[in-house]
C-alpha cells in the first residue's frame, strides 16, 4: 500500500490544533523574537566600532591626516575623519545622509557648531571627538532624533551649558572624560530616557559648587562620580565626593547664635543637607532677613507659626524659597503650611513647585501643597479593627454580668422563699 499523503485540509486542521495546544509556548517564541530584533535594531550603530576598530590611534601619521580628509567605512555609513572635513563635499549626498557613526580625529577647529558641523548628517547615531583643540560648542545641539551617544576625549573642551544636550532626544550616553572641564553651573539638562554620563579626568574646580551630585536623582546619571578628583589649589588631589560632603550643611545654627550673620541679609543654602529651621524661631536673624533660600534640603515640617509671625514682623523679606524638601502631608501642619504659602505668596515664589510626601504610603504618594484640600490630608482614621484583646474583655464582660445576675437571682429565692444556694449547702 502507498504512504497515505496527507491532505492539504488535514495540514491545516492539525496545524490550527498544534496552534492552540501550544498557544502560550507561540505566543513567547513570538514577543522573545520581537525583543530580540529590538535589541538588534537598537545595537546595531555599536557593530560599526566592531567592524573597523573605530578609534583615533595614530591618527597623525595616517597620510590623509595631513589633507583633513573623511573616509567611509562600512553599508551602514561610519566616518572617520582625520585632521579636518576638507573633502566632504566629494562625498554623494545620499551616501552622507545615510552615515551613523561619526568619529573626528583631531577636529582642527577651536569651537564645535553641533548646528552647521553635523548638518551633513541627519541621521546620525554616535559622535565621537577625539584629540582636539576644541575648547567649547558654541551653540548648544539643536533639536535631534538619532543621535544616541557622544564621546569626546583628549580635547581641550573647557566648559558645557546646561542646556548643551537637552534637545538630543534619544541620548543614552555622554563621556567627557580626559578633557579641560572646570566647572558647571549645575546638573547638566538632559532627554528624558538618558541614562549614563562621564565626568572623570577632568581637572574640576571643587571650590566650585557641585553639592548637586550628592542628591540622588541628578548626582546618579553620573556614573563615575566615585572617581572625579578635584584639581584645585584648595582642594587638589581630593575626592569631589568627599569634598562635597565636607561642604554641605547640615546645621542652621550658625544663623542665630554667630553675630557675624546678623548683617548678612541674603543667605542661599540650596541642596544641603538641613533638616530643621526650628532653631531661628524668635532670633533677630529670622525677623530681619531678606532673601533666604533653602530649596533642595531635607525639611519636612517647619514652625509654621514662628514663620507666620517673623513674616509679619519682617518687613524687609522679599524672597523665601522651599521648594524641593521631603515636606510631610499631613492634615494640621500641611494646611498651616499652605495658609502661610497663599498669605505671603510675594515672598514664598516657588510655592507652586512645593510637594509633600504621605507618609507611609508605598508608592511614594506626592501631592502639590497649594493644591492640597482639607479631605486629601485629613482624612478620619481607618474603621478600628476588633483585635483579640477586645474580644476577651467582651468574653470577660459577659461572664461578670452572668455572676452578677446569678447573685440577684440567688438573693431573691434567699428573701423570698429562704433558699440558700446549692453551693452554700456543700460549703463545710
Ligand atoms: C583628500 O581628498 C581629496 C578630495 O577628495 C583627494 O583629492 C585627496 O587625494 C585626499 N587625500 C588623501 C590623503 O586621501
Ligand atoms: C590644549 O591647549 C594647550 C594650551 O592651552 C595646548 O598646549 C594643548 O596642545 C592643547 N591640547 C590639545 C589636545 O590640542
Ligand atoms: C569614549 O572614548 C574613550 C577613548 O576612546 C573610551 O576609552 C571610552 O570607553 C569611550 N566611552 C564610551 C562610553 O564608549
Ligand atoms: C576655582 O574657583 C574659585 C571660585 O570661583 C576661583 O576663585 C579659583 O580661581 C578657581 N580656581 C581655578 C584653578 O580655576
Ligand atoms: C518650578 O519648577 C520648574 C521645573 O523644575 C521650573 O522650571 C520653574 O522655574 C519652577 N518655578 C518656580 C516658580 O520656581
Known amino acids: 500500500m502507498p504512504p497515505k499523503v496527507p491532505s492539504a485540509m488535514s495540514w491545516i486542521s492539525s496545524s490550527v490544533v498544534i496552534c492552540f495546544r501550544f498557544r502560550p509556548l507561540l505566543l513567547f517564541v513570538f514577543f522573545a523574537l520581537c525583543v530580540a530584533s529590538l535589541r538588534v535594531t537598537n ?76 548638518q551633513a548628517f541627519p541621521k546620525i547615531r554616535s559622535l565621537i571627538i577625539e584629540y582636539s583643540e576644541m575648547r ?29 544636550f537637552k534637545r538630543v532626544h534619544a541620548l543614552r550616553i555622554v563621556d567627557l572624560r580626559w578633557n579641560k572641564l572646570v566647572q558647571l553651573d549645575g546638573p547638566l539638562l538632559l532627554p528624558r530616557y538618558f541614562e549614563e554620563l562621564y565626568l572623570a579626568d577632568n581637572p574640576w574646580n ?114 523665601l524659597l522651599l521648594s524641593g524638601n521631603p515636606w510631610q502631608c499631613t492634615c494640621i501642619f500641611t494646611m498651616r503650611f499652605r495658609e502661610i504659602l497663599m498669605k505671603y505668596n510675594e515672598i514664598t515664589r ?25 479631605e486629601d490630608v485629613c482624612k478620619p482614621e481607618e474603621e478600628p479593627k476588633i483585635y483579640p484583646l477586645d474580644m476577651l474583655n467582651a468574653v470577660l464582660a459577659f461572664l461578670i454580668l452572668l455572676i ?10 434567699y428573701k423570698n422563699f429562704g433558699r440558700v444556694p446549692w453551693i452554700v449547702m456543700k460549703l463545710p
Open 43 to 118: 545595537m546595531e550603530y555599536i557593530s560599526h566600532y566592531n567592524q573597523h576598530n573605530f578609534t583615533c590611534e595614530g591618527w597623525k601619521r595616517a597620510p590623509e591626516a595631513a589633507a583633513g580628509n573623511c573616509t567611509r567605512y562600512g553599508r551602514n555609513g561610519a566616518l572617520r575623519c582625520y585632521g579636518g572635513i576638507s573633502n566632504l563635499p566629494a562625498i554623494p549626498e545620499q551616501k552622507m545622509h545615510r552615515l551613523e557613526d561619526i568619529i573626528f580625529c583631531g577636529w582642527p577647529k577651536h569651537t564645535f557648531n553641533p548646528i552647521t558641523d553635523l
Open 136 to 164: 567649547e560648542f558654541v551653540f548648544d545641539f539643536p533639536e535631534m532624533f538619532y543621535l544616541q551617544s557622544i564621546n569626546i576625549s583628549w580635547t581641550n573642551l573647557s566648559q558645557v551649558n546646561a542646556r548643551t
Open 206 to 319: 571643587c571650590t566650585r559648587n557641585f553639592k548637586w551630585l550628592l542628591v540622588p536623582e541628578k548626582g546618579a546619571i553620573v556614573v563615575d562620580r566615585d572617581e572625579i578628583i578635584c584639581m584645585d589649589k584648595k582642594y587638589r588631589d581630593r575626592h569631589m565626593l568627599t569634598v562635597m560632603n565636607f561642604k554641605v550643611i547640615t546645621d542652621i545654627l550658625p544663623l542665630r547664635n554667630n553675630p557675624y550673620y546678623r548683617h548678612v541679609v541674603d543667605i542661599h543654602l540650596d541642596n544641603n543637607r538641613i533638616e530643621t529651621i526650628d532653631v531661628l524661631e524668635g532670633g533677630f536673624w529670622f525677623e530681619h532677613f531678606r532673601l533666604l533660600s533653602l530649596r533642595g534640603n531635607r525639611l519636612q515640617k517647619l514652625p509654621v507659626y514662628a514663620l507666620d509671625n517673623a513674616l509679619d514682623d519682617n518687613l524687609d523679606a522679599n524672597l
Open 350 to 374: 516657588d510655592a507652586i513647585n512645593i510637594t509633600c510626601t504621605y507618609k507611609n504610603s508605598s508608592p511614594v504618594r506626592r501631592a502639590n501643597v497649594l493644591s492640597l484640600t482639607r
Open 404 to 413: 452578677l445576675s446569678k447573685l440577684a437571682y440567688d438573693y431573691y429565692y
